[in-house]
């Protein structure tokens, strides 16, 4: 957590100032993996396995046989102390996804079953139930079962906070529906330190009623929901949308990280019921970072995707409120429309939706002519307070702003989006976007905004107006890659001196699936135009991006494969590109592997060994450190010795070589070298064939 809270803060202290920030998650869920000391209870197929819960005692583990069913309604009984009871699967760690890597239902074969044969829970809780770990099983409910109300219920209507359940953790646990059946909840979260991680809930839907994957309302937390595959028709998340059975209380410190959160399109041609992809109506100090939101369209709803709108749902519950909520380097695509943030409850006594910051999103295809609906990016009404939104990246086909109510402290800077037809608008004010800031947005910041096919008369001043996106100047607008280029016009024009936009890499860092990276990286120079790229395979990848730079941190992506392998050819000789890959699949990218160097100055002697060091090797070298230095962003150096023809090579050249190259290695964010006799002294060290490949493999 903070480490996450971290990357964070990088991004609040690096925006505008004078904004009312919100605050982070205050508490937070610790996931690490329990070291087990008790005793071991094996329940086998036809076993009981709800003696064995009965029966388990803080710090033993129950193990269910794997790929064995388990019919029934089963309870997480209350257990005095604090040690963990692990309910697992018989098979080993190896026949599973490593900790803190995500199941699927590939693994299905490998996992007990735990299945409900009727409409109750196949796994509930009761008061005071705590200190359960669940790894490595399957939950759904029998075939022909018309509805089911939820898979797993932890926590339902305690009327205190100590019969709240507690420490509860779903690791790597796959939770599903059946394709032709109701099943309203995947897991219900009425509970406190709580989490969800690496786990996989799919076929959650119901006909005429909304349906999550995840849902809360009635729990303090903390609560950590972190690298999940998230399939529900209603809200895929969702907490609210019922009242607390304890006065006063606000699901809190909510952290929700590297999610997949996604609606078949299958489901456009379904009857279940559609509204969005995640959902605040009752919750405060929530972060919702590195996630990816796919799919979503108007039915139910009008196909908004994100939604921070305060409910006091069945009108009990007046301190109802959605506050501090940092909404950061997340992936949002494919939807008809993005973001709906309602001020306060316009059907039954609220609190005042407020601080809300939404920073470094990529929003792409928010589409009315794709999915339907208005292509809306931001939808603020009802009167929201000390709303954030900075550094963004969108394309979407309808309005960048709608209101209809005051909002005050609004700050919208440093975001890239299109203008379309009317841009900001409001109530009565729709073509005029003055009007809507100075009617809508009273006291508002507005600026280094790139609104493209704008009219900058018709907005404060220091924002920008380009005609096309081309001119904007992407890297590769028509390949996806909406990194800035060098040449652009908007490069470093934020009011932070950072581009204007989203921070793609922080979003592609953010948003890294739980593939691991690809290992034994290595780029090679294999001639003065060609490189040899090698990395190893990574399981559940199904293919490789790579990219390359000749100038540090100007990336392109120069081609996908399914393979281990990739071959660069048309290169420039003497020149210096830097390589780094990362695996894909369905869910996501993997993180990239460390970066690799290829100079593509060819040495003569290739083997050093027994060789008379040259003038000719320290000329070539210098070459190769230069293109280095270039690359690195990096002047040229200049050389004790010009020209080396007739002159005996000496340690000052080797010196010289060295810091130069040091100094290229880590601009580019390279390791150091260890030299063979790090001290140098004059007539004294004697220059061999070592320090020469070790120079060269620093280029290389």
Same mark, same amino acid.
């Given at each position: ?31 690490t993996?329990?070291?087990?000391? @008790?005793?071991?209870?094996s ?23 794997? @790929? ?10 209350s ?19 490593a ?6 239902p590939?693994?299905?074969?490998v ?15 009761v ?9 490595g ?26 019969d ?19 099943l ?11 989490a ?62 590297r ?29 919702v ?13 009008? @196909? ?12 009990t ?17 494919h ?16 609190q ?28 603020i ?8 939104i ?11 702003i ?13 975001n890239?989006?299109?203008?379309n037809?009317y ?7 729709y073509?005029? =976007? ?7 947005f ?21 924002n920008?107006?380009p ?12 390949g996806?890659?909406?990194?800035l ?7 470093? #024009? ?7 936009? #989203?921070?793609i ?15 034994a990286?290595?780029?090679? #120079? ?28 100007v ?22 590109y ?5 695996a ?13 160097v ?11 060994s ?12 210098r070459?190769?450190?230069n ?16 020209a ?18 040091? #100094? ?6 390279l ?6 006799? =790090? ?22």
């Amino acid at each position: 957590m903070r480490a996450c809270a971290a990357f964070v803060l990088a991004c609040i202290a690096t925006a505008a100032f004078g904004q009312n920030f919100p605050t982070l998650p205050q508490a937070s869920v610790d996931t690490t993996y329990p070291t087990m000391t @008790g005793s071991t209870i094996s329940v086998a197929s036809g076993g009981d396995f709800q003696a064995a819960l009965n029966a388990a005692q803080p710090g033993d583990t129950i193990q269910l046989q794997a @790929g064995a069913t388990f019919t029934g309604n089963f309870t997480l009984p209350s257990k005095s102390g604090s040690g963990w009871i692990l309910v697992r699967t018989s098979a080993p760690d190896s026949s599973l996804p490593a900790v803190a890597h995500r199941i699927d239902p590939s693994y299905a074969a490998v996992l007990p079953k735990i299945v409900s044969p009727n409409s109750a829970p196949a796994i509930q809780t009761v008061a005071g139930t705590n200190h359960f770990r669940l790894v490595g099983l399957e939950i759904t409910v029998a075939s022909g079962v018309p509805e089911n109300y939820g898979a797993v219920t932890l926590g339902s209507d305690p009327q205190a906070l100590a019969d709240v359940p507690s420490y509860l953790i779903l690791d790597r646990v796959f939770i599903h529906g059946q394709p032709d059946a109701n099943l309203r909840r995947g897991v219900a979260l009425n509970s406190a330190y709580s989490a969800v991680i690496d786990s996989y809930i799919n076929e959650v839907h119901e006909v005429g009623a909304d349906s999550q994957a995840i849902a809360g309302w009635n729990g303090p937390g903390p609560f950590k929901i972190f690298d999940n595959y998230l399939e529900a028709a209603g809200e895929n998340t969702m907490f609210g949308g019922a009242d607390p059975s304890i006065t006063n209380l606000v699901p809190s410190d909510i952290e929700i990280r590297r999610n997949h959160y996604f609606k078949p399109t299958s489901w456009m041609m379904a009857s279940w019921q559609v509204k969005n992809l995640f959902e605040l109506k009752n919750a405060q100090r929530v972060l919702v970072d590195g996630n990816v939101f796919e799919h979503n369209w108007p039915a139910a709803q009008q @196909g908004l995707s994100i939604l921070f709108t305060v409910r006091n749902q069945d009108g009990t519950a007046p301190w109802s409120v959605v506050q501090d909520v940092t909404f950061t380097h997340n992936i949002v695509r494919h939807v008809s429309a993005a973001v709906n943030i309602l001020g306060t409850d316009d059907l039954a006594p609220s609190q005042q939706t407020k601080r809300i910051f939404i920073s470094n999103n990529l929003f792409d295809d928010v589409s009315s002519v794709n999915w339907g609906g208005n292509g809306r990016l931001f939808q603020i009404v009802s009167g929201a307070a000390d709303v954030i939104i900075d550094h963004n990246t969108a394309f979407h086909d309808g309005d960048v702003i709608a209101a209809d109510s005051q909002n005050t402290g609004f700050f919208y800077t440093n975001n890239l989006t299109p203008n379309n037809v009317y841009g900001v608008g409001g109530d009565n004010y729709y073509g005029d =976007p003055i009007g809507t800031l100075n009617t809508y947005f009273p006291g508002y910041t507005f600026r280094r905004n790139i609104l493209q096919g704008g009219n900058s008369s018709n907005y404060p001043p220091d924002n920008f107006f380009p005609a096309t996106m081309a001119d904007v100047g992407f890297v590769d607008l028509a390949g996806g890659n909406y990194r800035l280029a060098a040449t652009s016009l908007y490069k470093n #024009a934020g009011t932070d001196g950072r581009d204007v936009g #989203a921070d793609i890499d922080s979003i592609a860092d953010g948003t890294a699936s739980s593939l691991n990276v690809p290992s034994a990286f290595s780029a090679t #120079a294999t001639s003065a135009s060609s490189v040899s790229i090698n990395w190893g395979l990574v399981t559940g990848a199904t293919s490789y991006e790579i990219y390359r730079a000749a100038l540090v941190g100007v990336y392109e992506l120069i081609a996908t494969t399914a393979g281990g392998s990739f071959t660069d050819n048309g290169r420039v000789a003497d020149t210096t590109y830097i390589y780094k890959v990362r695996a894909l699949n369905s869910d996501g990218w993997s993180a990239f592997t460390p970066l690799d160097v290829a100079t593509t100055t060819i040495f003569t002697d290739t083997t050093l060994s027994g060789t008379v060091i040259k003038a000719v090797h320290f000329t070539q070298l210098r070459t190769a450190v230069n293109a280095m230095r270039a690359a690195a962003g990096l002047t040229a150096a200049t050389f004790t010795d010009g020209a080396l023809g007739g002159i005996a090579v000496k340690t000052t050249h080797l010196m010289e070589l060295r810091t130069n190259l040091d #100094a290229a290695r880590a601009a580019i964010g390279l390791s150091s070298i260890t030299y063979t006799d =790090p001290v140098l002294t004059s007539r004294s060290t004697v220059i061999k064939a070592a320090h020469i490949s070790e120079l060269r493999a620093g280029t290389q």
